[in-house]
């Protein structure tokens, strides 16, 4: 049958299975969302307050549920307004399709009224990207889309579309979407023999897990490998969940503030197992001297990531899961009492600890994990309470923690976690703030209210940008230029302005009663929390550093 390109746009994403769009309109999108007017009881749209949201509440939709997140925007500003959205994805490999619109075809190149080259300005931070000239090919290039974006190591994909090809007509008919399948054709037999190998011989084997092991849904075969190989486990912020975080064989998160005992211990340890992680200098910190005494074994999706960052003695390149199950098959029970008792000990003689007087971040996320029995899914902004939340939360599946980790997004959460509870309004989504990244997006509060989408939203507010305050404190003499926020932004007021439920927390005991009545009433809240200016994150492994050179605040008084 006919179609214009608009309603082509709308039949592809009901081919793809979408069920709900952020985004916001403007003038060379209008046909789009003409065709989106028409078919609102198939597909919900969002309308965010800055088109900034839109691509995170996809991204945060995308991580939440493992599908594609879609997000659409205008041209020009509307479009260049999604970038810090796409690259947030980008970096963290999440499956978003951004479909923006643009001049007709015969004004491209013209410096037309908001036209903008969204295709050559997103080709560094797209997996792939499209400007569709033709309406005859549009259909086939959106199935492409949300192939590529789901394929292997996923990631965001662009389609550009000119506003003469929305109203153009073609043929289309329906066509059932691909199965997309695993990548396992890189997995070879040879490589298997030599991991299972190195790890038959590891008298000291650590785990180290990251995004990739979420991505593909590894948790069952990542157990049962810690499990018959009895090693103790670590993670990466993109890591969390995968493996249960309160197993024996959990030793906390790795890097520059992860836990002295994993620090420690994958430094000692003969044999780095890592699975689906790049090796981010957060974790390695020098990476010279990274994982010193070990052989390491990488098992990745992407052959880009193996030796980019730290040089490895054997890998096997594929989906994670299916190489956990190839790996499995090939080991018997082991031991490793001796060494496991040892990071046992290094977890008991340094555990995560925060000075209990007053009210501090780690509390609150302490409280928070109590009361909702460790089963929200936590959204975070980037900063000090981003640390506290992959510290003292203890995941228990993938999916459950969303935090920006590659580019490190400012102003992500707010929107990711639109998208996360638009997925599953059942659940429980929380996401945690400090006062600065909370000023970069707030407006989507007034999103949450216009749809009535209940997400709790806690603010950790010491008044100052904390962890750059921390750096200025531990590394520039105290020079806190630009970071002290102390102005009269009320943030129960502004809730109450835009329509939430605003409550404010002073004290320790205000704490738990403030998140018990959040999570009852229905609607969306802002929690208030005032604490120290001063509070820090620790332990912290200096820039260039050692991982093994954590230090904490005895440290600091050691001094």
């Known amino acids: 049958m006919q179609l214009t390109g608009s309603e082509i746009v709308i039949e592809c994403l009901k081919e793809q299975g979408v069920d709900t769009v952020f985004g916001y309109p403007g003038g060379c999108i209008l046909n789009i969302y003409d065709e989106l007017y028409k078919h609102s009881g198939e597909i919900r749209h969002i309308l965010t307050s800055h088109e900034q949201g839109a691509s995170h509440a996809a991204d ?8 594609v997140g879609v997000c659409m925007a205008t041209s020009g500003p509307g479009a260049t307004n999604l970038v810090t959205g796409i690259a947030t994805a980008y970096m963290d490999s999440v499956p978003i399709v951004a479909i923006t619109a643009n001049v007709g075809v015969s004004l491209l190149g013209k410096d037309s009224f908001q036209e903008i080259d ?3 300005i997103t080709m560094p931070i797209t997996k792939h990207n499209f400007i569709v000239k033709d309406v005859e090919k549009l259909a086939d290039t959106l199935r492409r889309a949300f192939q590529i974006a789901q394929t292997g190591r996923p990631g965001p994909v662009l389609v550009d579309i000119p506003k003469d090809v929305t109203a153009n007509k073609a043929e289309y008919s329906y066509v059932k979407p691909k199965p997309v399948l695993r990548k396992t054709d890189t997995i070879l037999e040879e490589d298997l023999e030599r991991a299972a190998k190195l790890i038959k011989k590891a008298k000291k084997p650590f785990i180290f897990i990251g995004g990739g092991a979420v991505i593909s849904g590894a948790s069952e075969e990542l157990t049962e490998l810690a499990h018959k190989l009895d090693a103790p486990v670590t ?3 993109m890591g969390k969940g995968a493996f249960l975080g309160t197993d024996d064989l959990y030793v906390g998160m790795l890097g520059m503030h992860g836990t002295k005992a994993a620090n420690l211990g994958v430094t000692g340890c003969d044999l780095l197992i890592t699975i689906g992680a790049r090796f981010s200098d957060r974790v390695t910190g020098n990476a010279k001297k990274f994982a010193k005494h070990a052989k390491i074994l990488q098992i990745d999706v992407d052959p880009a990531e193996i030796n980019k960052n730290v ?7 594929g989906d994670v899961k299916e ?10 029970q082991m031991e490793h009492t001796e060494w496991v008792s040892h990071i046992k000990e290094l977890k008991e003689k340094f555990p995560l600890k925060y000075c209990s007087d007053g009210l501090t971040g780690p509390y609150i996320i302490e409280q928070l994990y109590q009361i909702t029995k460790g089963d929200a899914i936590v959204v975070t902004e980037v900063g000090q309470h981003q640390m506290w939340a992959a510290q003292f939360y203890r995941y228990k599946r993938p999916r459950q923690l969303l935090t920006s980790g590659g580019l490190g997004t400012m102003g992500y959460g707010l929107g990711a976690a639109l998208g996360a509870k638009s997925a599953y309004p059942d659940k429980t989504i929380v996401n945690v703030a400090g006062d600065g990244c909370f000023r970069m997006n707030m407006n989507e509060i007034a999103t949450a209210v216009r749809y009535n989408i209940p997400v709790v939203q806690i603010v950790i507010n010491n008044h100052v940008l904390g962890m750059v305050r921390q750096w200025q404190t531990l590394f520039y003499e105290k020079r806190y230029s630009n970071t002290v926020l102390k102005d009269g932004v009320d943030f129960v007021k502004l809730a109450e302005a835009m329509g939430a439920e605003g409550i404010r927390v002073t004290k320790k005991e205000e704490v738990a009663p403030a998140i018990e009545k959040a999570l009852s009433l229905g609607k969306p809240v802002v929690i208030d929390c005032i604490i120290d200016c001063d509070d820090k994150v620790f332990p912290m492994v200096p820039a260039g550093a050692a991982i093994e050179e954590a230090f904490d605040e005895d440290d600091l008084k050691l001094r």
């Open 311 to 317: 040089l490895v003695d054997a890998s096997v390149i």
């Open 235 to 237: 993670d990466s912020l």
């Open 323 to 332: 190489v956990l199950k190839q790996i499995n098959s090939r080991l018997e």
């Open 60 to 67: 945060g939709y995308a991580r939440a549920t493992g599908k």
């Open 118 to 120: 969204i295709a050559g």
